[in-house]
């Protein structure tokens, strides 16, 4: 039986990708997401560009993009869930995070 991936994307999240590949100066692999100690919770979610792999990544490959997850954040991320939301304020990417016990009162950071 072969392994759930360890985050999954939404619709809105891959397109979102796809654009931001798409719009790279550089030559890149997919985008890379990880957790870093930051904010008022604890830990916050950074995404950045990922020229190449690197080792121990995980690799999700969903709706025709690709995500690496930073090893050190992949315990942090198991079964979530990447959304990008847009209202008249702001837009970025959301985490559905199952591990994620509370948030800080913006949103901005989460602690396990």
Do not use: W
């Not at 759930?4 to 979102?16: I, K, V």
């Not at 995980?58 to 993009?65: P, R, W």
């Not at 939301?85 to 199952?98: A, H, I, Y």
């Amino acid at each position: 039986m072969e392994r759930p991936q360890a985050m999954t994307l939404t619709d809105a999240a891959a397109a979102r990708i796809k654009t931001l590949l798409d719009a790279s100066d550089k030559p890149v692999v997919g985008l890379r997401v990880g957790v870093k100690a930051q904010g008022c919770s604890g830990m916050s979610y950074f995404v950045e560009y990922a020229e190449k792999d690197l080792p121990f990544e995980e690799i999700v490959e969903d709706k025709g993009v690709r995500v690496l997850i930073d090893p050190a954040a992949t315990m942090f991320l198991i079964g979530s869930e990447m959304d990008y939301r847009e209202d008249k304020l702001q837009s970025g990417f959301v985490f559905d995070n199952p591990n994620a016990k509370g948030h800080c009162g913006c949103g901005e950071s989460f602690h396990v």
